[in-house]
């Protein structure tokens, strides 16, 4: 085993064992920060106006405010978005001015409940304040977003049918005993509340209710899965701009030449699955071959089978810029998330990548690679 995949599972045992003394303080922790809230909460008006869609932006950047958040926060400004930036560190007051000069309201809290947390006492806010929008964002800082300029995201998210939507439908786990577990959800980085999820008792019950914790697997039981769940009971199947489907669909009728240039797209960190990736691509372009049907195949088995392994964001960056338009990149420092980031910098180095990153966006995928360490809030 690959140190890295051993320290995940390390920390994953770990995160387990620590749910043990956490059953019996954190309803503990929960009710006292409730409790205080107003005091806990620091807000702090921008200059941004209101409209009637609100977009909740939770933030980590304790080294400092990034370049492209301001640009998020541009963007979502310029999508008729009225942007609400919780941060789960402390601001310097430059940051907070910052921030402030693109922002409808920012708020700093404690980093108690990873992003859920902070999404939960945005939306709570939002009730303080008597502000009930017709459309609402929560989207947080782990991804970079908007990737490229006149970026249509949010139209393509508006336009889709259901009233709860995402950017990325992630898939079922056919090994869990519990039923709900098996069930598809969306990506909580990026989520779209229509009107009418917004006004169902379903949405505010799930918030209301919702059991912050500072555990990560937790959250993402109780929060990212938990939350379509209660959507779906509620009557809203999550809709997505992409699915892993998509992909395998895509793979499944493209021709040798193009599966062999997509080849060179795939990032991946299995140590076996990159040999025989290099060794396929050196036999197919070095050598003058008859092509049989069964090399087509075996060029699409060995993309699948990388992309099986990892998510498709950080294996097959490319193409999700270039012919699925995702414009989101996820910041991760995990190694194969940096792999995927890695292949960006080499196609846009070598010219191939068609997609037109933001300058900011460039740049900070080039200092993660270099060795930076990307701020993030993700779960």
Not at 29 to 55: E, F, I
Not at 293 to 306: H, M, N, V
Request: net charge positive.
């Amino acid at each position: 085993m690959q140190r890295w995949k051993l320290r995940r599972e390390l920390n994953r045992i770990r995160q387990q064992l620590q749910a043990i003394p956490e059953f019996f303080y954190e309803p503990l922790l929960r009710r006292w920060h409730d409790a205080r809230r107003s005091v806990r909460l620091r807000t702090s008006d921008g200059l941004a106006p209101q409209t009637d869609k609100v977009a909740i932006y939770l933030i980590y950047q304790p080294q400092g405010l990034q370049a492209s958040t301001l640009l998020a926060c541009r963007h979502l400004r310029a999508q008729g978005y009225s942007p609400l930036v919780i941060s789960n560190s402390p601001l310097s007051d430059r940051d907070r001015e910052r921030l402030s000069s693109e922002s409808w309201r920012v708020v700093e809290r404690p980093n108690f409940g990873y992003d859920f947390g902070g999404y939960r006492d945005g939306i709570l806010l939002l009730e303080d304040w008597s502000v009930r929008p017709s459309s609402l964002i929560l989207m947080n800082d782990s991804i970079w977003f908007p990737t490229r300029e006149h970026d249509e995201t949010l139209s393509r998210l508006e336009s889709l049918p259901s009233g709860f939507c995402g950017v990325l439908t992630l898939g079922s786990d056919a090994y869990s005993r519990h039923p709900r577990h098996r069930e598809p959800f969306l990506g909580s980085f990026f989520l779209l509340f229509k009107a009418e999820a917004l006004k169902h008792p379903g949405f505010r019950r799930f918030w209301r209710e919702y059991r912050s914790t500072s555990n990560k697997y937790k959250t993402i039981r109780r929060g990212e899965r938990g939350l379509s769940n209660a959507m779906r009971e509620a009557g809203f199947e999550g809709a997505s701009l992409f699915r892993n489907e998509d992909f395998h669909d895509h793979v499944g009728k493209l021709s040798f030449n193009e599966l062999l240039a997509m080849l060179h797209g795939i990032a991946t960190v299995d140590l076996v699955l990159k040999e025989e990736i290099r060794q396929t691509l050196e036999r197919f372009e070095t050598a003058i071959l008859p092509l049989e049907e069964s090399d087509a195949a075996r060029l699409r088995q060995l993309i699948l089978d990388a992309t099986r392994k990892s998510n498709i964001f950080s294996t097959a960056p490319i193409c999700m810029l270039d012919h699925f338009g995702i414009s989101f990149v996820k910041k991760s420092k995990d190694p194969q998330n940096l792999a995927g980031l890695e292949k960006i910098v080499e196609f846009m180095t070598a010219g191939g990548l068609r997609t037109v990153l933001s300058a900011e966006v460039r740049e900070e995928i080039q200092h993660a690679v270099s060795g930076g360490v990307p701020n993030r809030a993700g779960i």
